[in-house]
């Protein structure tokens, strides 16, 4: 295997606008930055950190005990834990392709197999191919809700069925867009024991740069987590910062809103308009597919817009579009126009 090589190496992603990776594309608001300088006021950070107070928040956000929940150092963590939690050598992970590639990176380093079902040509969620793909030799189920890159999203009623129909194996949803969808699986944890959710406070509270993320699952499985995630492993600068983001939602949920109920509708009609192909999806990015699109991508960087060119096989002309303010959806639109005049 070969060492994942952010495509950004060398750039100084700040002079771009950056549409690139999901990030919010905010900075955090006031209320983080006054957290975080209380912090080092308070000279705390030579001290490992104590999650203690933060725990109690994230359980009444997530309205489920704290015995369900575990903190990690971004969902990328999460997602290591859970895997191997789950899976040794010779193993076999069912998931849909193309995936987040973080999954696949932590099953090679595990030595265990992938299970790959190919999401259908529409880039819809390949349902009965999914479900009659596990086999006795199938140890961990995966969905990620809504797909990352696809934008796909399966319903609460498709991922029961999944979870009913495999009782006695693990099934991973990946939530990393829940505040965008504003659906989750959440309800149904106290019915199967088998359900295991990550989540993270790196899109939506914009908080990227400091690595949170925490799953949701049975008490008897969070404490076999316990026993893989070291005891410091998330810093008191994320917990301090997360604490004021649930503490303080307007801004944050403000952006949401711009960005899902006014952003990218407008981008979905300037791409009709301009018949360029996208796949429709329900998170805060866009599946983009030109048979010019690494011209596309080159000019878009020129002119000072990051988008993220995809390598799956299947998606290999395609790239993918982060939603932004509508001021940032409007810069976006105004460049790709003047591509078609080229």
């Known amino acids: 295997m070969s060492a994942y090589s952010p495509p950004w190496t060398g750039l100084n992603r700040k002079k771009y606008l950056r549409l690139d990776l999901n990030e919010n594309t905010q900075a955090p608001p006031e209320c983080v930055n006054t957290a975080l300088k209380k912090l080092i006021d308070d000279k705390c950070l030579q001290m490992y950190p104590d999650y203690s107070d933060f725990l109690p928040i994230l359980s009444q956000?997530?309205?489920?005990?704290?015995?369900?929940?575990?903190?990690?150092?971004?969902?990328?963590?999460?997602?290591?834990?859970?895997?191997?939690?789950?899976?040794?050598?010779?193993?076999n992970m069912l998931i849909a392709q193309p995936e987040f590639?973080?999954?696949?990176?932590?099953?090679?380093?595990?030595?265990?197999?992938?299970?790959?079902?190919?999401?259908?040509?529409?880039?819809?969620?390949?349902?009965?191919?999914?479900?009659?793909?596990?086999?006795?030799?199938?140890?961990?189920?995966?969905?990620?809700?809504?797909?990352?890159?696809?934008g796909t999203l399966l319903s609460l009623e498709q991922i029961e069925q999944i979870l009913a129909r495999n009782p006695?194996?693990?099934?991973?949803?990946?939530?990393?867009?829940?505040?965008?969808?504003?659906?989750t699986c959440q309800s149904l944890l106290e019915k199967y024991t088998n359900l295991i959710i990550v989540r993270t406070f790196s899109k939506a509270f914009a908080m990227a740069g400091l690595r949170l993320g925490y799953i949701l699952a049975s008490p008897n499985i969070i404490s076999q987590f316990h026993k893989i995630r070291a005891p410091f492993d998330v810093n008191s600068c994320a917990l301090v910062a997360a604490k004021a983001q649930i503490e303080n939602p307007t801004e944050w949920q403000k952006y949401i809103h711009e960005v899902m109920a006014v952003s990218k509708p407008l981008l979905e009609q300037f791409f009709e308009q301009n018949k360029v192909f996208y796949y429709p999806g329900a998170a805060n990015f866009m599946l983009v597919r030109s048979e010019h699109r690494d011209e596309v991508v080159r000019y878009l960087k020129k002119q000072g817009i990051l988008v993220r060119p995809m390598t799956a096989p299947a998606i290999l002309d395609t790239f993918r579009v982060s939603i932004g303010t509508v001021a940032e959806t409007q810069s976006f639109i105004d460049v790709y126009s003047k591509f078609f005049k080229k």
């Open 61 to 91: 956000y997530t309205e489920v005990k704290q015995d369900n929940l575990i903190i990690t150092n971004g969902s990328d963590q999460a997602i290591d834990i859970i895997l191997r939690a789950f899976l040794g050598q010779g193993d």
């Open 101 to 150: 590639p973080i999954f696949t990176q932590v099953v090679r380093v595990i030595d265990a197999y992938i299970q790959g079902v190919p999401y259908n040509q529409d880039m819809s969620f390949p349902f009965e191919a999914f479900l009659n793909a596990v086999t006795a030799d199938t140890r961990l189920i995966v969905i990620i809700n809504p797909n990352n890159p696809t």
């Open 168 to 183: 006695d194996l693990p099934v991973v949803v990946d939530e990393a867009y829940f505040e965008f969808t504003g659906i």
